[in-house]
C-alpha cells in the first residue's frame, strides 16, 4: 500500500496589505521537498509530522511530495499557485499509481483570479490519480468549503480546536481512514452545507463556551453508527469571494444522503444559534480598566484587528501608545512587525539607546508610528523552538528580531509574519513573560495555546486595524450573497 503525502498552504486575503510572493512559500523552514519530507521524524505537533506518523504505525509505503506553507497575507497570484502546484504533482506523476492521497490544505487558500485554491489543487490530484484513488485532506477550521474541494476529495477532515492544538491528532485520524478505505473496510460518502453566516473569531475559542457546545454536538455526531467525520468550517472572514462562511462537513460510511441530511442538521443548529457566535467590540481602554478591576496579571490585550495569523500587517500602534500614555510597568507588545526598526536596533546593538519610529508603516488603519527613545536588550536572527501545545517541536523563524525598552514597557519588534503563539520566542529574547503584569499580542485565539496558562484576564479588544471584525466595515464585493451579521435578514 503506497500513500502520497504532501501539501500548500496558506489563508488568503483580499484586505492584506502584505503581499505574498513565491519566495515567502520557499523561505528557508517553510518548505519540504519529498527527500526532505522522508528524513522528518513526523514528531511535531503539525498536520504533515501527523501523515508521517500515521503511515509509519500502519506499517505502510510512504510517498512524499512536496509541503509548503507561508504566513498569511494577500493572495498570491495565479503565477505563484502554478509554480506550487507543479512543485506537488510533478512528484505524484512521477511515483504512480499511488492508493492514496493524503493532503494538509489550510481550506482558506484563495489566488489572483481563483477563489478556491485548495479545491483548484484537489481538482488537479484528481485529475492525476483517476476517479477511483482515495484523496483526503485535513483542513483549518478557519476555512472557505467550496464545491471544488468537495468534489475532488473522498473526505475533508477538519481540525476541532483554536488554538488548533489537534492537528497531529486530525492527520493521525485521516491517515486511519485513508488505511481502512483503501483496504475496503469502508467507503467514505461526504456531504456538506454552506451556511451564510460570519463567525466573530473571539467566539471560536474551543474549551470554551458557547462553541464548545457546538464541537459537543460534532464529537455526538460522530459516536452515531455509520458516521466517520464531522466538522465546522468556521470560516475566513477576511476572504472576499463567494465561498466565504461558516459550513458544516460530515462523511458517512457509503451513505451520502444520510451524510447530506446529518450536515444539514449541524448546520441548522449552528444557524439557530448565529447570533451567539456575534460579539460587542470592546476598545482597549475600557479592557484595560476592566482587567485592573478583576486585578488579575498579567492582563492580556489580544489586539485581533492587527492579528498576521489572519494576514493583518501586526505594526498598529495603538495599544503601543495606549501602554505608553498610561506609563505602565512591566508591560510588553508582542510583537510589532518593522523590518525598518529591526535593522536600526541591530546595527546599534544590545546595550545601545536608540531613537526609532516603531510600526505604523505599513497602512493608515495601522495608526502613525510612535517615536520611542528604547534601549536594545536583544538582537536575534529569531529562530526558536516553538514549547507548544500548538505547533510543539517545530522550529520558529521570524526574521532579524530585537526586543526594546521604553521606561516599564517591552516591544519585540520582529521581520516575518508571526503571532505569538507561547513563550518560547519571547524567552529567547531573554523575556519571561510569567513576570509582565500586561501583555498586547498580535492574536485572537492562537496566543492562548501558550499565553492561556499565565493569564490573569484577557480581553480580545477592537482597536483601530486592517482586520476589523465589524465586519460590516470591510469592503466586500464579491459575496455574491447576503451574510450574517453584516445584513441581518440573510436566509438560509
Ligand atoms: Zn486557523
Redesign the pocket.
Given at each position: 500500500m503506497r500513500i502520497a503525502i504532501g501539501g500548500i498552504q496558506h489563508e488568503s486575503s483580499d484586505f492584506s496589505p502584505v503581499e505574498t510572493p513565491l519566495a515567502e512559500f520557499l523561505a528557508d523552514g517553510r518548505w519540504f521537498d519529498a527527500e526532505m519530507l522522508r528524513r522528518r521524524p513526523g514528531d511535531t505537533n503539525t498536520v504533515i509530522d501527523g501523515f508521517i506518523k500515521g503511515v509509519r504505525k500502519h506499517g505502510v509505503e510512504m510517498v512524499p511530495l512536496f509541503w509548503s506553507h507561508a504566513p498569511s497575507a494577500r493572495q498570491p497570484t495565479f503565477e505563484t499557485h502554478q509554480s506550487l502546484k507543479a512543485r506537488l504533482l510533478e512528484p505524484l506523476r512521477a511515483a504512480l499509481p499511488v492508493d492514496g492521497v493524503l493532503l494538509s490544505l489550510h481550506g482558506g487558500y484563495s489566488v489572483q483570479g481563483l477563489d478556491d485554491g485548495d479545491g483548484d489543487i484537489l481538482k488537479a490530484v484528481r485529475q492525476l490519480v483517476g476517479p477511483d484513488c482515495p484523496i483526503m485532506a485535513v483542513h483549518?477550521?478557519?476555512c472557505n468549503v467550496g464545491p471544488d474541494m468537495i468534489e475532488n476529495a473522498n473526505a475533508l477532515i477538519i481540525m476541532d480546536t483554536?488554538p488548533?492544538v489537534d492537528m497531529a491528532e486530525r492527520a493521525l485520524e485521516a491517515t486511519a481512514l485513508m488505511v481502512r478505505t483503501i483496504r475496503g473496510e469502508i467507503q467514505p460518502a461526504m456531504a456538506w452545507c454552506s451556511l451564510p453566516m460570519f463567525w466573530a473569531a473571539s467566539k471560536m475559542i474551543s474549551a470554551e463556551e458557547p462553541i464548545r457546545s457546538a464541537y459537543e454536538c460534532v464529537f455526538e455526531i460522530e459516536r452515531r453508527p455509520g458516521v466517520l467525520v464531522a466538522g465546522i468550517g468556521l470560516g475566513y472572514q477576511w476572504a472576499d469571494n463567494p465561498t466565504a462562511g461558516a459550513s458544516t462537513i460530515v462523511v458517512t460510511d457509503g451513505n451520502r444522503q444520510s451524510a447530506q441530511e446529518t450536515a444539514d442538521e449541524l448546520g441548522r443548529w449552528l444557524w439557530e444559534r448565529r447570533a451567539d457566535w456575534q460579539r460587542q467590540p470592546v476598545a482597549p481602554p475600557a479592557a484595560l480598566d476592566e482587567g485592573e478591576c478583576i486585578g488579575r496579571y498579567p492582563i492580556i490585550l489580544a489586539d485581533q484587528a492587527d492579528n498576521p495569523g489572519g494576514g493583518a500587517p501586526s505594526d498598529n500602534t495603538e495599544i503601543l501608545r495606549l501602554f505608553i500614555e498610561r506609563d505602565l510597568q512591566d508591560a510588553a507588545v508582542l510583537y510589532i512587525r518593522d523590518r525598518e526598526t529591526v535593522q536600526t536596533a541591530k546595527a546599534a546593538g544590545v546595550g545601545a539607546t536608540v531613537d526609532v519610529e516603531v510600526g505604523g508603516k505599513s497602512h493608515p488603519l495601522s495608526a502613525p508610528p510612535v517615536p520611542m527613545k528604547a534601549e536594545v536588550l536583544a538582537v536575534s536572527d529569531g529562530r526558536f523552538i516553538y514549547d507548544g501545545p500548538m505547533w510543539a517541536g517545530s522550529e520558529g523563524n521570524y526574521g532579524d528580531s530585537v526586543l526594546l525598552k521604553q521606561d516599564g514597557i517591552y516591544v519585540a519588534v520582529i521581520s516575518e509574519m508571526y503571532q505569538p503563539m507561547d513563550l518560547a520566542f519571547p524567552r529567547s529574547l531573554g523575556l519571561d513573560c510569567r513576570t509582565l503584569r500586561y501583555i498586547c499580542v498580535k492574536s485572537t485565539g492562537h496566543f492562548r495555546s501558550g499565553f492561556g496558562p499565565i493569564a490573569g484576564s484577557i480581553f480580545n479588544v477592537d482597536a483601530l486595524g486592517v482586520f476589523t471584525q465589524d465586519f460590516a466595515k470591510l469592503p466586500f464585493e464579491r459575496l455574491g450573497r447576503k451574510i450574517y451579521p453584516i445584513d441581518p435578514d440573510a436566509a438560509w
Open positions: 483549518d477550521p478557519h483554536y488548533h
